[in-house]
């Protein structure tokens, strides 16, 4: 059964360094998202990405964060120079875009910022 | 309350027992799912019910929506202690683009 793949599953990093998470989401899909969950808190939303853009960002999404495509598999998520606050696990979803709206999620990328 | 509150916030129960978590929300939905979280892991899609449906079954859950209280409540029967884990709800709100907001979860722990 296709599923999405996040590498890598724990990262570790200096406040201040730039960290790249990436993801492959399920080969036929279109909408893809970005969502974390901070240690003991609820999953929110971070970005959502369709048609080589993004389609939507929260407040947590600031200037920090980016987002790409780069080829026909991979969405990454960079934060460029992180802080304290973003340690927490990282989830990537995807959907097919068509019909009903379950999105598939990744096991996560628990990013610690030290 | 926040879109998407589960409660209760925890609900330990004997394994053969049923377990009922329900979920509040605040705006309007295009559809409500549940997901299930192991400790420490991703997130795994139970089910998904529409606005305009009221029920919904899938194995031994069973899922409910009234749009009218804005309510819904997953109750898995006969639990196993395989169930344990923590249950969350996600609302997509018509967005356009189906994000999906999170409540707090309910942790179940299903004892032998």
């Known amino acids: 059964e296709p599923e999405v793949t996040q590498t890598p599953s724990h990262q570790v990093t200096q406040m201040g360094q730039e960290v790249i998470l990436r993801c492959v989401p399920i080969s036929n899909h279109l909408y893809f998202y970005w969502y974390r969950q901070i240690l003991g808190q609820k999953v929110e939303f971070l970005v959502s990405?369709?048609?080589?853009?993004?389609?939507?960002k929260s407040e947590i999404f600031d200037d920090q964060f980016s987002v790409e495509r780069p080829d026909g598999s991979n969405f990454t998520l960079k934060i460029r120079s992180t802080k304290l606050e973003d340690s927490a696990m990282y989830f990537c979803a995807s959907r097919t875009g068509t019909g009903v709206n379950e999105q598939f999620f990744g096991p996560g990328t628990r990013l610690t910022v030290l | 309350s926040q879109q998407g509150e589960e409660d209760p916030q925890a609900l330990s129960i004997q394994e053969g027992e049923n377990a009922t978590m329900n979920c509040s929300y605040k705006?309007?939905?295009?559809?409500l799912q549940w997901y299930r979280q192991n400790s420490g892991r991703g997130l795994v899609h139970l089910i998904l019910?529409?606005?305009?449906?009221r029920e919904k079954h899938s194995g031994r859950l069973r899922v409910t929506l009234d749009t009218s209280k804005k309510s819904s409540s997953l109750l898995i029967t006969a639990s196993r202690a395989a169930d344990t884990a923590s249950y969350f709800c996600?609302?997509?709100?018509?967005?356009?683009?189906?994000?999906?907001?999170f409540g707090k979860g309910t942790m179940l722990l299903v004892s032998p």
């Open positions: 705006t309007s939905i295009n559809n």
């Open positions: 996600a609302t997509d709100a018509y967005s356009g683009y189906s994000t999906l907001t």
């Open positions: 019910i529409r606005s305009n449906e």
């Open positions: 990405f369709y048609n080589n853009e993004i389609s939507e």
